[in-house]
T-cell receptor, first 117, second 114 residues
Framework: GAGVSQSPSNKVTEKGKDVELRCDPISGHTALYWYRQSLGQGLEFLIYFQGNSAPDKSGLPSDRFSAERTGGSVSTLTIQRTQQEDSAVYLC???????????????FGPGTRLTVL | AQSVTQLGSHVSVSEGALVLLRCNYSSSVPPYLFWYVQYPNQGLQLLLKYTTGATLVKGINGFEAEFKKSETSFHLTKPSAHMSDAAEYFCAVSFSGGYNKLIFGAGTRLAVHP
């Protein structure tokens, strides 16, 4: 079946503009994660969704960042008033979720490369 | 706080040589441990993971890793490097008791030369 897809693959924007990044998880995966990969900070966790709710938003770097998930499927990460330090690759991952027995594998999408000029 | 340290941001080996990528973690609770590989302009792919049970874990592409609790390590090895192994490798941890938020190391870029 299809893997995790993300769009757009590349986004160039001007400082101060808003951007939306989309993630389509693997069908049936209830858990969805956003990570950010940047030269200075490496791979960082941003937010976790279980279904449509986000019990952990602790990695969002500022209130300019928000995310939602609808229908337990597609997720959108929105960055308002972009800054140059937001330039990074934004990765989405999805997995099955189980209460016990260890974690299910996270499957990653190819990422969206965001460049803020 | 939990953390992951990968020793060596760049490792270079000859084709056919042993690959050893080092990972140490810090945790106050039993960890789950992962190695991911990232090829240029691609997402992360799981190589192997340790959750419970056997401490020597075999993964894809001939890689394996051993969980050593006493050394808080999870080093990745492959007996014989191929040119196609050139990529960036990330060690990651997550923790029991909930969801699987991954904490990543800084990554090790592996170069394989003829």
């Amino acid at each position: 079946g299809a893997g995790v897809s993300q769009s757009p693959s590349n986004k160039v924007t001007e400082k101060g503009k808003d951007v939306e990044l989309r993630c389509d998880p693997i069908s049936g995966h209830t858990a969805l994660y956003w990570y950010r990969q940047s030269l200075g900070q490496g791979l960082e966790f941003l937010i976790y969704f279980q279904g449509n709710s986000a019990p952990d938003k602790s990695g969002l770097p500022s209130d300019r960042f928000s995310a939602e998930r609808t229908g337990g499927s597609v997720s959108t990460l929105t960055i308002q008033r972009t800054q140059q330090e937001d330039s990074a690759v934004y990765l989405c991952a999805s997995s099955l979720w189980r209460l016990a027995g260890g974690p299910d594998t996270q499957y990653f999408g190819p990422g969206t490369r965001l460049t803020v000029l | 706080a939990q953390s992951v340290t990968q020793l060596g941001s760049h490792v270079s080996v000859s084709e056919g040589a042993l690959v050893l990528l080092r990972c140490n973690y810090s945790s106050s609770v039993p960890p789950y441990l992962f190695w991911y590989v990232q090829y240029p302009n691609q997402g992360l792919q799981l190589l192997l993971k340790y959750t419970t049970g056997a401490t020597l874990v075999k993964g894809i592409n001939g890689f394996e890793a051993e969980f050593k609790k006493s050394e808080t390590s999870f080093h990745l090895t492959k007996p014989s490097a191929h040119m196609s192994d050139a990529a960036e490798y990330f060690c990651a941890v997550s923790f029991s008791g909930g969801y699987n938020k991954l904490i990543f190391g800084a990554g090790t870029r592996l170069a394989v030369h003829p």
